[in-house]
Every structure is written in C-alpha cells, then in structure tokens.
C-alpha cells in the first residue's frame, strides 16, 4: 500500500507502506493489522478510503447486487469515507472459509494495495472465521455490511437513549467477533509434556497471556451489556410515563426506508426545523412535534429511525423500545421515495420491519415522496393513485403538497370521531373541564338550569372520559361521521383558513364559546 502523505493531508495509512519488504513476522502482522482496525473503529471523524466488494451466486438477480453495491457506497460515504472501487465475485456458493475464495481475496490484496484504501467492505454479512481470514489475506482491515451501520449509528446518535441503544448493539456484534483482538497472542499458549516444567502433568495445556485477556475481555463485555441493559430500561420507564401523558392526543408516526424524505416531511408538516441532509440514517433520535395549524384535538407526528434492507437483527432489538412509537401510533406515515428506482424493494423492507416491531396492524396512510425528482413522468401521481387508492403524492418542497397531506391527516382522524351531545348542570364544574379539555365544542346551547353542548372527540376520548356522561346526538346513539371531509372538528390558526371554513360550513362555528 502506497504511503498517503504530503498531497492527501486528510488520507493517512493505517498499515506500513513497505509491510512486506519489512517481511514481517506473523505476530507482527497481527499487531499491525490489530492497529489498524483499532484506529478504524475508534476515529471520530471520515476521510478514509474504502474498497467495496458483493458477493452474486448463480440465482441472484444481477440488478439488486448492483443496486445493493450502490447502497454500500451511500453508507461509506455516510460515515464521511470515500469509495475507491467496486468488486463482484460470481461463485455457484459460499466459500465457507474465505466467502469469496482464496483466489479473489488475494486479488483484493492487491487491488486495495494500488487504490491505496484503508479497509476492505462488503455488502453481506460475514462470519467471525470469515473475516479473520480475509484479514490475513488481504492484509487490511475487513468490514461487513452490519459493522458499517453500527458504525453510522454510532456517529449520529445524539440523545442518551439512542447512544444506549447503538452501544448495546456494538457489544454485542463484537462478543463472537473478539476472537480477531489478541490474534497475535493466542500463539503463545504453552502445553505440557512429560518434562518437569509440566509438573509431570501430561497433556495438560498451559493459559498464555492472550487467553487469559480474551476470557477477561469477554467477561467485561457480558458485564457492560447487562448495566447498559438496566439503564436502557429506566430510560424506557421514562418515555412509557411520556407516553401516558400523551394518552389523549392523536399520535401519527413517520416510517419508512432510510433517506426517503421523512424529516424533510416532518419539518413541512410541523415547526420543527430538524436536520435533513442527503444521508442514511441521519435521524436516530425520535421527536415529538404538534402537527402545524392545529390546536384540538392536538395531533403528535414522531419522527422514527429509517429502516434498510438486512437491518442488523442487534439494531432492531436495542432499537425496539423507540420503534414501539409505531406500534403505539393511530396512524403510521408511510413515506416512500418514489423517485429511487427500487422503492417497491423498499416498501416491503418497510412492512417487514414493521411487522417485527409488531405495528403490522397499525393504520397507514402511503406518502409518495420527491415527486419534483421524477423527470419526464407526469402521470406518475395518477398511476400511483390508482395502484394504491388513499395514497398521497407530494413533494416535501412544495406548500399546497403539504396541505393535502395534512387535510388527508385531519380526513383519517375526523371519519374515525363521533359526535355526542351533553347536558350538562351549571354547577358541573368538573364535567365542563372535561368537555373543553378533550372535545372539540360544535355548539353550545344555554337554558335555564343546564348547557347542552354537541361535541365532537375520539372514540379512546369517549371510552376514558365519557363513557357515561354522553347522550346521543341523534337517535341510534353515538355514529362515527361517515360525511365527507370538513375542517369541523379542528382549529386552525390562520384566519384565511378559518374564513374560508366558515363560508363552506356555516355552522362550523355556530354557538363556540
């Protein structure tokens, strides 16, 4: 590997440019191949170069390894590194020792050393064997698919819950993988013969150094899992007490594969002004903001973690006390990137994920996103909206595209209310709270002795508060609206909107206090 120094300041070689002209020994490859992936792991900051290489059995369909290889230089260049070049390997199966063969694993060698790249990365998920070996073959550090996602996890996790989570995931992807640190110190296992250094004892093995820090090290992880295991579970109580206290607002929850546009449709849809760049997985942290224009009933949006295809299995067990915000959502936005060429592969990476998180029986409403990308469809809207009827296309950009998507919000919630009506004494005090507190007052009649109030709340708000307090509005008892879309029920904040929600509802505002 050629030496990065001088006109590349941000480059710098994590092996010796003359390792093989120095003939190293093999323990001293270990130590500074140990070296190197230490610096790989523990740096804080890009500029490292990376090989890509896939893997395409006979039955893999050609396109998705291409696509799939594509989608691993996106996840490089999210972690601030750049991509040097790209490999295939065709094989009729998977090497069990190498994954690739001997053969290319050298060619790789070779090939990383002329790029002058720092580490080697492939696109499937490899052994602890597999990437020992390949180590020693390519003589640079190795990383799969999962390692890469921890690793951008790890640089964009921001709160304490997530940096709990990412740090549990890690650990737990380095326990079976600890057999790579102190490879250089395993050679140093002694055994007993017959002699008298071994104490007459025959056959007995004598522990070296790098075993008894193996077995240490291994013990240390299994302890930091489990405290890091409590402490995620206090945090967990807290967003549970969170959560309760939200129990009566509406709560919609943003879903969908990573770099699809969903902060962006978040920032559109609320006053929240949360980065939004161009990058996987640059939102860990879920927020919790009031949809824009409306005060009652209150509706929550929440902002979750993208998903990816082979989503590490580790991720989406630390991550499930955050992605529980779906399972316990009334609705889920669904937001796909319609413009990417794959973004059917990605729904269904999407409804798989969510069935695992159990929210597979949650509500969904489809968002079509970065309709402004597509060049040369204008028919694109009405062939989606004709494949999935209910479904909303917009662009995250663009105002009258965010109104839609929020009147189709508003639209979901209102057909799911009921209308009830209260007669309720003077001196009810705790009964009028209730009804102003959780209700959104249609119309307010005042007799002599009692008020009657025709309202408008949730069925969960009628069931916790109401149950028996209501009367019907109507004979039959409470109906849910089955009535076309009207902005009765919710208070907007501009005054154009309200004056236009009076011209076409004149009763809209008849009788509030």
């Keep these: 590997m050629s030496n990065r120094t001088g006109s590349d300041p941000k480059s710098s070689s994590l092996l010796p440019a003359d390792a093989d002209a120095l003939k190293l020994s093999e323990v001293e490859k270990g130590l500074v191949l140990e070296r190197a992936r230490l610096q790989l792991e523990s740096r804080v900051q890009g ?22 290889l594509q989608e691993l230089g996106s996840l490089v260049r999210s972690l601030g590194d750049e991509p040097m070049g790209a490999s295939v390997q065709k094989r009729s199966r998977i090497d069990p020792g190498t994954f690739i063969g001997q053969g290319k694993a050298e060619e790789l060698r070779r090939t990383s050393r002329e790029l002058g790249c720092d580490y080697v990365v492939f696109d499937q998920e490899l052994s602890p064997s597999q990437i020992r070996n390949l180590e020693k073959l390519i003589e640079r550090p190795v990383l799969d698919r999962t390692a890469v996602i921890l690793q951008i996890f790890r640089k964009n996790a921001k709160t304490r819950e997530a940096k ?17 640190s102190w490879i250089a110190f395993e050679r140093q296992r002694g055994g007993g013969g017959g002699g008298s250094g071994s104490g007459g004892g025959g056959g007995t093995r004598v522990k070296g150094a790098g075993e008894t820090q193996l077995e240490l090290d291994r013990r240390r992880m299994r302890d930091r899992i489990a405290s ?58 879920s927020t919790v ?10 509706v929550l949006l929440t902002d979750t973690v993208g998903f990816i295809r082979n989503l590490p299995h580790g991720l989406v067990a630390s991550f499930r006390s955050t992605l529980d915000e779906t399972a316990k959502a009334d609705l889920l936005l669904h937001v796909v990137d319609v413009s990417h060429a794959y973004y059917k592969d990605h729904m269904r990476v999407t409804d798989e994920v969510l069935k695992d998180v159990g929210a597979g029986e949650v509500p969904r409403l489809l968002v079509f996103n970065k309709l402004d990308a597509l060049k040369g469809e204008p028919r694109m809207a009405r062939i989606l909206a004709r494949a999935h009827p209910g479904c909303v296309c917009v662009s995250a950009s663009n105002e009258a595209d965010v109104r839609r998507l929020r009147d189709a919000i508003l639209d979901y919630f209102l057909r799911g209310m009921v209308e ?41 708000t009628q069931a916790r508060y109401f149950e028996t ?43 509030e206090s």
């Design 289 to 298: 903001r009031h949809l824009k224009g409306v005060s009652k009933p209150k």
């Design 228 to 285: 890091l295991k409590k402490e995620l579970e206090k945090i967990q109580k807290e967003r549970e007490t969170q959560r309760k206290a939200r129990s009566d607002e509406l709560k919609v929850a943003l879903v969908g594969y990573t770099n699809a546009g969903k902060t962006t449709v978040m920032n559109a849809l609320t006053d929240a002004q949360l980065s939004a760049k161009d990058a996987l997985f640059e939102t860990l942290d």
């Design 469 to 511: 307090s209501s009367l019907p509005a109507k004979p039959g008892g409470n109906a849910t609206t089955d009535v076309p879309w009207t902005t009765n029920g919710f208070t907007f904040d501009s005054e154009k909107e309200e004056r236009a929600h009076d011209d076409r509802h004149p009763r809209g505002r008849e009788g």
């Design 47 to 68: 500029g490292m170069r990376a090989y890509l290489v896939s893997l395409e059995l006979f039955d893999d369909d050609a396109a998705q390894v291409q696509e799939g």
């Design 420 to 460: 009830a009506t209260f007669e309720v004494a003077y001196d009810d005090s705790r009964l009028m709270a209730l009804i102003h507190a959780h209700t959104r007052v249609l119309e307010t009649t005042w007799k002599d002795d009692i008020a009657v109030f025709r309202v408008r709340m949730s069925k969960e």
């Design 164 to 180: 709990t989570q990412v740090e549990i995931a890690h650990l737990e992807f380095l326990a079976p993988r600890l057999s790579n």
